[in-house]
């Protein structure tokens, strides 16, 4: 089993470079059934979550070409078929489910496997078939299936009881090409639904407002290839910036800008960490007194959940007592424990962790319980005395490209190996 095991503890320094959006490249991958001419995606790094919806998207008769020295990602899906299921690799990735909007629009029917929790909450969909259902589909739940039929999707008012992120790119995806005006309201802000929007925009769409709380799509006829560079990753630009708060060092992050990353910005400012922007990057430096904080995670513009844990391990390290609230997933303590092994002191209370900083973690083997409590394995292991064995970095692989040589650059003692 694949391992990466990091030696603490070392000061970081140098650049890194923050790959295209992994929670962005996926909904475009997926957006790109909607038309049958060549589309090209720029910058995108060949995670394991990208390569399996590649994969799916071949199943269906897509012709995919990827250039790893260009990084270019060319689609073109003129010879796409209807396929009755997709069951393995729906399976293998709950993102896949994003294909169900667009299947549905091009070809009228879509069915699918149910797909499952994870380790971070049961992931419903009931938002994504409210949506489907509104837009003028039949649906169909049964025998771990959801089948949806529909001879042309008209457009309707929506409104989002929770502004779920894949609930809202779904819809839109549904929405562009059918009859009419459609008005998603209460819908998720995250920057990926505007990256997703400004790509469909670019392909014909008539997609208003993404971004905000209210999005409104007009239906149109048909949309054209285009050329796309998706947005940077916020969440592995924010784990970099905590990788120079826990280690006390200054880290150049390249490639991004505080737009999007202005939650996490403010966060880490509380707790003690400077930020000097500068043309194409942020230089963060994490080697001042630190404070503890409280954290609640929200949709954005609040805190972004996919950095609680990597907040939780900074805080660990940080004297006084924080609070850290998860208001998103139903489940997303699981790293709790393990980073209780290192060393720290964490005690769960519902929705609420209550973390007091301990001045010194230990390194042991620890599991990564899903991508980002993986990525804040390692930054534990950052600084912990001794070695620290991540395990299950399958999960770390899916989000995060050649996370160890990213750190590796940086200085810090880390490297992966079969164990
Ligand atoms: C997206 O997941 C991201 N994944 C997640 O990133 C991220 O944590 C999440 O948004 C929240 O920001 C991708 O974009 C591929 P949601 P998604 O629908 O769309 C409830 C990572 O680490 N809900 O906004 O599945 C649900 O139970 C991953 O990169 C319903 O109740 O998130 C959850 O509590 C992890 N009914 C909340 O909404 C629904 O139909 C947030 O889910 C759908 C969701």
Do not use: W
């Amino acid at each position: 089993m694949e391992k990466i095991i990091v030696k603490g503890v070392k000061e970081l320094k140098g650049e890194v470079n923050i790959s295209s959006a992994k929670n962005a490249i996926l909904p475009i991958i997926a957006a790109t059934i909607l038309c049958d001419e060549k589309v090209i995606i720029k910058n995108t790094p060949m995670l394991e979550d990208v390569s399996v919806l590649i994969e799916l998207l071949r199943e269906l008769g897509a012709e995919i070409k990827y250039s790893n020295i260009t990084d270019e990602l060319i689609i073109d899906n003129s010879n796409l078929k209807l396929v009755d299921t997709i069951d393995s690799l729906v399976k293998k990735m709950r993102a896949s489910f994003l294909i169900m909007g667009p299947i549905l629009s091009r070809f009228g029917y879509c069915k699918l496997s149910l797909p499952g929790g994870c380790n971070i909450g049961s992931r419903p969909i009931d938002l994504h078939l409210k949506g489907f259902k509104l837009l003028g589909a039949d649906i169909n739940k049964q025998y771990g299936y959801v089948e949806t039929k529909a001879t042309k999707l008209k457009g309707n008012r929506i409104y989002l009881d929770f502004p779920s992120v894949g609930a809202t790119e779904n819809i839109i995806m549904a929405s562009v090409l059918a009859k009419g005006e459609t008005i998603i309201e209460n819908a998720a802000e995250e920057p990926e639904i505007y990256d997703l929007a400004n790509f469909l925009n670019k392909m014909g769409a008539k997609i208003y407002g993404a971004g905000r709380g209210k999005i409104t799509i007009i239906g149109v006829d048909k949309l054209k290839g285009t050329t796309h560079t998706p947005i940077y990753d916020r969440i592995e630009a924010g784990t970099f910036m905590v990788a120079a708060a826990i280690s006390k060092s200054v880290i150049d992050i390249k490639g991004i800008d505080d737009d999007n990353l202005r939650p996490i910005i403010e966060k880490l400012k509380e707790c003690g960490v400077k930020f000097i922007n500068y043309e194409d990057g942020i230089i963060v430096d994490g080697r001042g007194n630190k404070y503890p904080i409280d954290i609640k995670t929200l949709p954005h513009p609040g805190f972004p959940t996919d950095m609680q844990p990597q907040m939780m391990a900074l805080l660990s390290t940080i004297e006084g007592g924080s609070v850290i609230t998860e208001t998103v997933f139903e489940n997303r303590f699981m790293h709790v424990a393990e980073l209780t092994r290192m060393g720290a002191d964490i005690k769960i209370d519902g929705k609420t962790a209550l973390v007091n900083g301990v001045s010194k973690l230990t390194g042991c083997e620890v599991k990564s319980t899903d991508l980002r409590a993986g990525a804040a394995m390692i930054l534990a292991g950052l600084v912990a005395e001794g070695e620290t064995v991540v395990g299950d970095v399958y999960h770390i692989d899916r989000g995060y490209l050649n996370i160890e040589e990213k750190f590796k650059k940086l200085g810090a003692n880390i490297y992966r190996e079969d164990r």
